[in-house]
């Protein structure tokens, strides 16, 4: 799994720089008579879900964090015909607002970063997608005080996310999916449970 999320930072970074010199790659073509291609366009979403924590080597404790997730994904890197639709690669940044509704910490804020794997029908009604990447970011930590919590104010976080989006107006979308997200100090910190979670995720994209 980590030699994908490497090949999915690599090609997103790769895919930067042919954008920024256009004489290296060329841009990809919409399909014929299509007035508004979104992958060609930068995308905002806004998703919400809810994560429990699943069993495994983090935390005994009960965890559940509403994450609430402003992500911005870039014009098409790659597209390439596959199915009878297209298969793109964009790049995606995203900020993560995440209280945790039960536990010992109360919240935690953080950045991520990944490509966005994504499969469109040709009249881009619909598309199935993969993300996975990572980042950083912070929490009020409370592993000093209470066993099994969280030893480290800085954390980094990793997460793989997958679901299908369908297009509801030209500039407008919706998507349903499962997200699942970790959470620890990478053992800067002796204290280092981690979160492991898992659940569903509802996002309304504004494509521009």
């Known amino acids: 799994m980590l030699k994908w999320i490497l090949w999915l930072c690599l090609a997103a970074w790769l895919g930067a720089e042919m954008r920024a010199d256009p004489s290296s790659a060329a841009a990809p073509a919409a399909p014929a008579g299509l007035a508004f291609d979104p992958v060609e366009h930068w995308e905002a979403d806004f998703e919400s879900g809810i994560l429990w924590r699943v069993t495994g080597s983090a935390t005994p404790l009960s965890y559940v964090l509403q994450p609430q997730i402003l992500s911005l994904k870039a014009p098409a890197l790659i597209v390439r015909p596959l199915g ?3 298969f793109v690669l964009r790049s995606r940044y995203s900020v993560l607002i995440e209280p945790i509704v039960v536990g ?3 919240h935690y804020f953080g950045l991520s970063a990944s490509g966005s794997l994504e499969w469109w ?4 009604t619909r598309n199935l997608f993969f993300s996975s990447g990572g980042g950083l970011g912070e929490m009020d930590s409370k592993g000093h005080e209470i066993a099994g919590a969280q030893g480290e104010d800085f954390n980094f976080n990793w997460f793989a996310y997958a679901g299908a989006r369908f ?3 030209e500039n407008w979308s919706v998507s349903l999916g499962a997200y699942f997200q970790h959470i620890s100090n990478g053992h800067l910190n002796k204290i280092d449970p981690g979160v492991t979670s898992l659940g569903p995720m509802l996002s309304v994209g504004w494509h521009f």
């Open 104 to 106: 010992p910490e109360h």
């Open 121 to 124: 029908d040709r009249k881009r």
């Open 84 to 86: 009878g639709g297209d």
């Open 167 to 169: 297009r509801t107006a």
